[in-house]
């Protein structure tokens, strides 16, 4: 069973090791994150495309600022790893840019 941590961690280390932790107390297999910045799925503008929305669970947000929040920060990836694969699990990631895999090929981390 692979298990999700996306952007679950609300932008809080502990909370990404405590999930990692649980994921492994559940009985998964592996933890699965995402590789990207804001700049590799939106652009820094306002215009009608890209706008703050009005509604829904992203109300007040624009893509871009939404993706800078949620975003795993990169020098987090290999200390995750190193918790995921203490508690036996496997560790991966699905790079969103050419920028995020040279990462993690830089990490040695497997890429889906």
């Known amino acids: 069973m692979i298990a999700e941590l996306s952007a679950n961690h609300n932008n809080d280390f502990g909370l990404a090791v405590k999930t990692i932790e649980a994921m492994a107390d559940s009985g998964a297999d592996a933890v699965k994150v995402q590789?990207?910045?804001?700049?590799?799925?939106?652009?820094?503008?306002?215009?009608?495309?890209?706008?703050?929305?009005?509604?829904?669970?992203?109300?007040g947000y624009r893509p871009y600022d939404l993706y800078k929040e949620?975003?795993?920060?990169?020098?987090?990836?290999?200390?995750?790893q190193k918790v995921a694969e203490g508690l036996g699990l496997d560790f991966f990631s699905s790079p969103f840019d050419k920028e995020g895999v040279d990462f993690l090929e830089s990490l040695n981390v497997p890429k889906y």
């Open 70 to 80: 949620a975003a795993m920060p990169y020098e987090w990836q290999p200390k995750l």
């Open 35 to 59: 590789t990207y910045t804001a700049d590799s799925l939106s652009i820094d503008t306002d215009n009608e495309y890209f706008k703050t929305r009005t509604e829904g669970l992203w109300k």
